[in-house]
């Protein structure tokens, strides 16, 4: 079983809807998760930390499940901009370690005019 | 601030055949790290490097070696180049005050 399992997609969506991607980890230790939104053929930029509380950046909403081990993403009003491959991210080892990350596959979204 | 920077941005290389891909930043960050992405899967850890003159493997090191003599610079060498590293190379910093970590643009590099 791989230790970020991600849905590839792709995820082909209309521009103002609401699309939602999930991500499951297999270590109940783990710490510390994020995603990562990789444009095609460019480097991974963070987009996001995932918190136990939930958070929200504008039109972006994460989730994490620590009992069910799986983190989403929320993108309302989808905008042609947001097309690209979103990465799930896990640190196992929490804030003090070296920092190694553990990444899915990625989801690729495809939002068409 | 260039940020993370890479050389080469792209390279074709001969099976058995030598190179070594450079990784620079300026944002003064003690954690670095090389990664290499090929599709259908994630990025995966070669090798990574918690400050200048140390190193340390990662999930897929067989292959490569790398070196930090300088803070900002940390390189990854392919002594004798297989197809099988066909891919593309990413480099990344962070702080080990923050979880961020920063990428660079990547190296294509082909081995036929």
């Known amino acids: 079983r791989k230790e970020v399992e991600q849905d590839p997609g792709p995820f082909n969506v209309p521009e103002g809807a609401t699309v939602a991607f999930n991500c499951t980890y297999s270590n109940s230790a783990s710490q510390s998760f994020f995603w990562y939104r990789q444009d095609c053929r460019k480097e991974p930029k963070l987009l996001m930390s995932?918190?136990?509380s939930g958070n929200e950046d504008g039109r972006f909403t994460a989730q994490l499940n620590r009992a069910s081990q799986y983190i989403s993403l929320l993108i309302r009003d989808s905008k042609l901009s947001d097309s690209a491959t979103y990465l799930c991210?896990?640190?196992?080892?929490?804030?003090?370690?070296?920092?190694?990350?553990?990444f899915g596959q990625g989801t690729t979204l495809q939002v068409k005019p | 601030n260039a940020g993370v920077t890479q050389t080469p941005k792209f390279r074709v290389l001969k099976t058995g055949q030598s190179m070594t891909l450079l990784c620079a930043q300026d944002m003064n960050h003690e954690y670095m790290y090389w990664y290499r992405q090929d599709p259908g899967m994630g990025l995966r850890l070669i090798h990574y490097?918690?400050?200048?003159?140390?190193?340390a493997k990662g999930e897929v090191p067989d292959g490569y070696n790398v070196s930090r003599l300088k803070k900002q610079n940390f390189l990854l060498g392919l002594e004798s180049a297989a197809p099988s590293q066909t891919s593309v190379y990413f480099c990344?910093?962070?702080?080990?005050?923050?979880?961020?970590?920063?990428f660079g643009p990547g190296t294509r590099l082909t081995v036929t």
């Open positions: 490097s918690v400050g200048e003159g140390t190193t």
């Open positions: 990344a910093s962070r702080t080990p005050l923050r979880q961020e970590q920063y």
């Open positions: 991210v896990v640190n196992p080892y929490g804030s003090g370690n070296t920092g190694k990350l553990i």
């Open positions: 995932v918190y136990s």
